[in-house]
């Protein structure tokens, strides 16, 4: 909590029963920003943004080539594999998480370029 909310609260629970109370309503939590939120894009380039996620798991730039996709999707499972966690069960969990998806953007890409062939 904020020192500085903390202090209101506190300040308002001292004058509870003085004339001129006010109620401090609860702050609201910060928005946690979504895995999958593009970046800005102008109108004139629409962006799929499902795909802009997967190429933002992979940690590359919107519209690279299958071949950097693949030289990536390697590097980052080698990075991220479970089996190296195998100690450290909140690495582990979290290491499964990033395989998903990762896996889940590979098979993406995979199916969309060998349909274009």
């Known amino acids: ?3 500085k909310r903390f202090f209101k609260i506190l300040q308002a629970n001292l004058n509870q029963g003085k004339e001129g109370y006010t ?3 609860p702050e609201e939590p910060p928005k946690e920003k979504s895995f999958y939120e593009p970046k800005t894009v ?3 380039n629409p962006v799929d943004v499902k795909e802009a996620g997967y190429y933002s798991n ?3 730039p919107y ?3 299958f071949d ?3 030289k990536n999707y390697r590097r980052l499972m080698k990075q991220y594999h479970p089996d190296k966690f195998h100690n450290d069960s909140g690495r582990k969990a979290y290491a499964e998480e990033v395989s998903r998806l990762l896996i889940e953007a590979y098979t993406y890409f995979e199916d969309k370029f060998s349909k274009k062939t």
């Open 23 to 25: 109620y401090i309503p």
């Open 58 to 60: 992979l940690e590359l």
């Open 1 to 3: 909590m904020p020192i």
């Open 63 to 65: 519209g690279a080539g």
């Open 68 to 70: 950097e996709i693949r």
């Open 42 to 44: 102008s109108n004139e």
